[in-house]
């Protein structure tokens, strides 16, 4: 497969297979937590669809990057949560419950979202005489099909064939700002493992569907090198947070 294949067809397979092991982790009843924890749930979703995205934005501005670097690093900053924050939050023993329905939420509410971020920043930060705009409905309807329609497959299977959805996740997980979400957690009351978590979700992106973003809808390579390098970076950060929640106990607090 050559490499514009590999961009134009594989990152969305990629994404695709991803939601659908999101979605063979959740049942109906995972989403009484929006209800249960409502103040961990709300927190976390405005800290990952609005604050981080303006933290990238000001991170952007503060270092001066240049226009493609700048447009990408927002664009990473405003995607969801990925799947493997649910994994690094079993292992670093926080509260698997809320990291699922973090991820489940952002992901659908970034499909209106990050459109929003991206072509602001596109407006933004380009020159005028060069402007590269982002096709807004078609990156919706890309990210209905990519995120809505596997996550509800992901569930399907797990209603009818649960033994093959518990094998499933697992297989997927493999495959596919700290301070923000400890201290701002802890700061409006969270539980130690509930701050855990929503730290979690806020380090480990959906670096995949920034990739995406960038390459298969703006076609930038120059756009895509902050969510690449934050794809790596992540999972140091994602293996000290394990060791961290490991070593202080947080399954026990």
């Known amino acids: 497969m050559d490499q514009a294949a590999l961009i134009s067809v594989g990152l969305p397979a990629a994404l695709f297979l991803i939601m659908v092991g999101m979605g063979l982790t959740l049942t109906p009843r995972d989403f009484r937590e929006v209800l249960v924890a409502p103040r961990a749930t709300l927190f976390g979703l405005v800290a990952q669809i609005l604050l ?8 952007a501005v503060s270092l001066d990057l240049s226009p493609a670097l700048a447009v990408g690093l927002v664009i990473i ?3 969801p949560g990925g799947t493997t ?6 292992l670093g023993r926080g509260d698997v419950a809320l990291s699922i329905v973090l991820t489940v939420a952002a992901s659908l509410i970034t ?16 020159d005028s005489s060069q402007v590269l705009e982002l ?34 996740e697992k297989l997927v997980s493999v495959f596919g700002l700290l301070v923000l979400g400890m201290v ?14 929503v730290a979690i ?23 895509s090198v902050p969510a690449a390098v934050y794809g790596v970076l992540m999972f140091l ?5 394990i060791g961290y929640g490991r070593l202080t106990g947080l399954g026990r607090s």
């Open 237 to 241: 950060f994602g293996f000290l947070m």
């Open 111 to 126: 499909i209106v979202t990050l459109p929003m971020f991206t072509s602001w920043a596109l407006g933004h930060f380009q």
């Open 184 to 197: 701002g957690g802890r700061l409006i009351g969270l539980s130690r493992p509930q701050a855990f978590t």
């Open 201 to 223: 979700e806020l380090g480990i992106k959906n670096g995949t569907l920034g990739l995406m973003v960038t390459l298969t809808l703006l076609h930038s390579d120059a756009m």
């Open 52 to 59: 981080l995205p303006l933290v990238g934005v000001g991170l």
């Open 85 to 90: 924050s649910n994994l690094f939050a079993f």
């Open 77 to 79: 900053a405003a995607c």
């Open 135 to 168: 096709p807004v409905l078609r990156t919706i309807l890309t990210l209905l099909v990519i995120i809505l329609i596997p996550v509800a497959i992901g569930m399907t299977i797990r209603h009818f064939k649960r033994h093959w959805a518990e094998k499933g």
